[in-house]
């Protein structure tokens, strides 16, 4: 580990603080470098993974309309610019969620698998605990700041490996763009990804970013290059993508020069 940490100083030394609030760095399964990684803090849309996972557990869904509600409409923060009565199909609201964050489409979501968002929560407090993430409590599905939600570093770091062993995860969160037509073809958006590694780091994988005045600037990205893999967890960073781009990097490096 004291070769990467050595690449790392001038990047923490740089912004007069550190590199994040808590950060989490593995390769190939292998932690090569960590700061705060077990502390409880509010992880913005980071949180999304745990209810695109949950909403999966019925794969039926993908194909199923969904209605855009008034509170899904007028949803704050990221959205996909959804209108109250639009009709989507699961399948593009759950990558609309993952590709732009988007609330509005995260609320749609909640409120057609269970029978309102709040019995939502309570499922992803109960799937918390089947999967043994001891240090993460929601209160809303999409990372609003919220008193009583938080995660850890390592904690999402185990949610985003899970994840992305679903098919329908691992494709959406690795768009640079999609496009968003709802099922009458009268509505169409062309959604950007919020993730700015996705074609500028080689080997970027996804997974999410999130963002707010509470959480700060949050992130978790793999990337892949040839049978190596990086994972690195960010929450609370002053600057996240040269921050992330030069750490992954230098774990490629640091394991290239063993």
């Not at 992330?244 to 290239?256: C, E, K, L, R, T």
Request: hydrophobic share 45%; charged share 25%.
């Amino acid at each position: 580990m004291t070769v990467l940490l050595g690449l790392l100083l001038p990047l923490a030394a740089s912004g007069d603080g550190p590199i994040a609030t808590a950060w989490l760095l593995e390769r190939d399964g292998v932690v090569r470098g960590e700061r705060n990684a077990d502390a409880h803090l509010p992880a913005a849309s980071l949180g999304k993974l745990m209810t695109a996972v949950l909403w999966l557990q019925r794969p039926e869904r993908l194909e199923q309309t969904l209605s855009i509600s008034e509170r899904a409409a007028a949803a704050t923060g990221a959205r996909a610019g959804l209108g109250q009565g639009e009709r989507y199909l699961g399948r593009d609201l759950l990558a609309a969620m993952l590709v732009r964050s988007a609330n509005d489409a995260c609320l749609a979501l909640a409120e057609n698998a269970s029978a309102s968002v709040e019995d939502f929560v309570q499922d992803m407090n109960r799937a918390v605990a089947v999967l043994e993430l001891a240090d993460t409590r929601f209160v809303n599905p999409c990372g609003w700041d919220a008193e009583g939600q938080y995660s850890t570093a390592r904690d999402l770091l185990k949610l985003a490996r899970l994840a992305m062993e679903y098919p329908e995860i691992r494709t959406a969160v690795a768009r640079r763009e999609f496009l968003l037509e709802s099922t009458d073809r009268r509505h169409s958006r062309q959604l950007r990804s919020t993730n700015l590694l996705l074609g500028n780091l080689d080997g970027a994988r996804g997974v999410k970013t999130g963002f707010t005045a509470r959480a700060g600037k949050c992130l978790i990205a793999l990337t892949e290059r040839g049978e190596h893999q990086v994972w690195l967890v960010l929450l609370g960073a002053p600057e996240r993508w040269w921050t992330a781009h030069a750490m992954i990097d230098g774990a490629f490096d640091a394991g290239s020069a063993r």
